[in-house]
């Protein structure tokens, strides 16, 4: 499964303290912890001797500590204790299952194969001249593609988002450009007339966008309004979508918001998004099937769907399996 060598966020940094945390990927039980040098370390949640939950466990001086019968586990993945047996050295074979970790963007990304994928780019990232922050999770009954497909879309925005986004007497959507990449596509050209585009907006204004898939779980829009139409001058943003697959049918959803506000409050910030997606969530699980099909001919497209094809068309190319059909 081609999913299984890519990166996935599965929690936020500041979730993980002291005690094992507890995620999910892929339909598998993964246990995150840090180790006596801060590091954070990814395990399969099972340990290898009886198959408790890890996670119930404990980290005893830098080691994680089965529930059950307190083998404890090196940052390797190599037990190096076995409290009934406290005088033996493990042997080798003695081991969790350990997977690949990383932090970025204010998240922690797990690798569960071997791969060389590498992590979903967010160009924003490194602009000093945009502040960033997390907005989420959002647990949603939809599959990550379907998600992906939805954040594409423009064409939702007068009747999802009537009154922010779009407006009903205004959802023409204008011809736009789309070119397949490596990572997965680019849309630029697009434009919506919006009423209120971000949390500053004074008035309505034409409101430009560009796309960008950057891993098949992974978005990038950037928008920047008509000049005048908003309260902070040059105001630009950028938003990544990132999604953990849990299951076929279920995600886990941050966005990453790259903004040119480094003055109004987080709450603040966050809650214009929120509404946003709180708007598109009721409506992505409503949708059937719940898996994205990749055959284009068990769906209706026009042209204002190119971006939604392209990106179906790339999913099949890559060989993706995991919440498609």
């Given at each position: ?5 890519l ?19 892929l339909?598998r ?32 001086d ?40 990383r ?8 690798r ?173 699980e409503?949708?059937q ?25 790339y ?11």
């Amino acid at each position: 499964m081609i999913e299984a060598s890519l990166w996935h966020p599965v929690a936020a940094v500041q979730d993980l303290a002291q005690a094992p945390l507890a995620v999910r990927l892929l339909e598998r039980n993964i246990v995150l912890w840090r180790d006596g040098e801060g590091q954070v370390q990814a395990f399969a949640d099972q340990c290898p001797h009886r198959g408790a939950r890890l996670s119930l466990g404990r980290v005893h001086d830098g080691r994680l500590e089965c529930p059950y019968h307190g083998w404890q586990f090196a940052g390797s993945g190599q037990c190096v204790h076995v409290p009934a047996l406290p005088h033996i050295t493990p042997p080798p074979l003695h081991r969790a299952c350990r997977h690949a970790v990383r932090e970025a963007c204010g998240l922690l990304w797990v690798r569960l194969q071997e791969g060389d994928a590498p992590l979903p780019a967010f160009a924003a990232e490194h602009d000093a001249h945009l502040r960033k922050l997390n907005c989420g999770p959002y647990d949603v009954a939809a599959s990550a593609p379907r998600i992906i497909e939805n954040f594409l879309d423009m064409s939702h925005f007068g009747f999802v988002h009537e009154g922010w986004l779009g407006a009903r007497e205004a959802t023409a959507i204008d011809p736009y450009q789309v070119e397949q990449t490596a990572t997965g596509l680019r849309a630029t050209g697009c434009k919506a007339w919006q009423p209120q585009s971000n949390l500053h907006s004074t008035a309505p204004a034409q409101v430009e966008y560009e796309y960008e898939v950057t891993a098949p779980y992974t978005a990038v829009l950037t928008k920047v309004p008509e000049a005048g139409s908003t309260a902070v001058q040059g105001w630009r943003e950028s938003i990544a979508l990132f999604i953990c697959p849990l299951a076929p049918e279920a995600s886990r959803v941050w966005f990453r918001l790259a903004v040119a506000d480094f003055d109004t409050p987080d709450d603040k910030l966050r809650a214009f998004q929120h509404t946003i997606f709180t708007q598109d969530q009721p409506v992505l699980e409503s949708q059937q099937p719940k898996r994205l099909p990749l055959d284009l001919r068990a769906e209706l497209h026009v042209m204002s769907d190119r971006a939604s094809t392209t990106y179906r068309r790339y999913l099949k190319e890559c060989g993706i399996t995991f919440g498609v059909c």
